[in-house]
């Protein structure tokens, strides 16, 4: 019998989970939807369901010792998940996830982020793992962020801290973000955020591209990424935009936090050098004498695939070595 967690990732169309081994092995997956209901206890009673049945089919094979959850808004501190707007049941209040689980699960719960979650499984299982202060960043619906220094996570007073998608990048007459606010980096450095840089070159060179047949909802940054790698200027250019803008917050990042390395993660990201070049570049233009060509700016090590289970299953092996 081996010793194993639970880690769920809850997203805002669906929830995975998985079991997962000190190796990160995963022995199990499993997914429930989790935009069917706006009533907290009809989910929670849909996903306990279906880890229960996990855990159940694993028999005497393992040994659950917690459960890892990572969020949109998940607090560590409070064990909460605050006003997560793409969460119809968690919009406009506050659900104590972590005592409501463990009623159900009778084992150590712990919640947070889902970035934070990435950048400890980047710490545990990735690229990180000699690694005592780093940061990862996520850039796919938005931008997501975990900062880890002294090799723990940065969570502040409030366990908000480290948000650094919503570091202002145009004070005035800036895009319009989920969070209510202009100018926020995650507006110009996302999915989303690429695709709108797209939809203003468009227009300031009257269509000239190859990405002027696509409607706003057609457009993907992977459609953007091939027609970068096929010449297509306007996709190329707002790679650059792109880039420049998040090279410039990743050197405060630096001057703030003096990480030995960052990752960077997500959808976005799978652009490879398309991004990672002129982020170098503006990042080197940046910051401060003392951190040029010392801090390497490189993609995540940990797989697409399971990452999100991985990185909160990572939360809980962390909470587990802290007894």
């Given at each position: 019998m081996k010793d194993a967690v639970v880690g769920i990732d809850i997203g805002g169309t669906f929830t995975k989970f998985g079991i997962?081994?000190?190796?990160?092995?995963?022995?199990?997956?499993?997914?429930?939807?989790t935009d069917q209901t706006d009533d907290v206890n009809v989910y929670l009673a849909g996903l306990t369901g279906a880890v229960g049945k996990a855990i159940n089919e694993m028999g005497n094979s393992v040994t659950i010792k917690g459960v890892g959850i990572g969020a949109p808004n998940g607090n560590y501190k409070s064990g909460s998940i605050e006003f997560?707007?793409?969460l119809d049941w968690a919009r406009d209040k506050v659900v104590p996830l972590v005592s409501l689980l463990q009623e159900h699960f009778k084992v150590p719960v712990a919640v947070t982020n889902d970035a934070n979650a990435a950048a400890l499984g980047e710490m545990i299982y990735g690229g990180a793992k000699d690694l005592k202060?780093?940061?990862?960043?996520?850039l796919g619906?938005?931008?997501?962020?975990?900062v880890v220094v002294n090799g723990e996570l940065l969570y502040g007073h409030n366990g908000f801290a480290g948000e650094v998608g919503h570091i202002r990048?145009?004070?005035?007459?800036?895009?319009?973000?989920?969070?209510?606010?202009?100018?926020?980096?995650?507006?110009?450095?996302?999915?989303?955020?690429?695709?709108?840089?797209?939809?203003?070159l468009l227009a300031k060179y009257n269509g000239n591209s190859e990405l002027s047949k696509y409607s706003f909802d057609q457009l993907t940054?992977?459609?953007?990424?091939?027609?970068?790698?096929?010449?297509?200027?306007i996709a190329l250019e707002a790679f650059q935009i792109t880039g420049e803008?998040?090279?410039?917050?990743?050197?405060?990042?630096?001057?703030?936090?003096a990480p030995e390395k960052i990752f960077v993660f997500g959808g976005l990201a799978k652009s490879g050098e398309y991004i990672l070049r002129p982020t170098r570049e503006s990042f080197d233009k940046n910051v401060l004498t003392v951190w040029k060509g010392k801090v390497p700016i490189?993609?995540?090590?940990?797989?697409?695939?399971?990452?999100?289970?991985?990185?909160?299953s990572a939360l809980i092996w962390q909470e587990l070595n802290k007894q």
């Open positions: 997962i081994d000190r190796l990160g092995n995963v022995l199990l997956e499993g997914s429930v939807p997560a707007a793409n202060d780093f940061v990862l960043i996520t619906t938005g931008l997501g962020s975990g990048v145009v004070k005035e007459n800036g895009r319009l973000c989920g969070c209510g606010l202009r100018g926020c980096l995650e507006t110009y450095v996302s999915a989303p955020g690429i695709k709108r840089t797209v939809f203003e940054s992977e459609i953007i990424y091939h027609a970068a790698t096929r010449g297509d200027k803008i998040l090279g410039v917050k990743l050197a405060d990042v630096v001057h703030v936090t490189e993609l995540s090590k940990l797989s697409e695939g399971n990452v999100a289970i991985m990185g909160a």
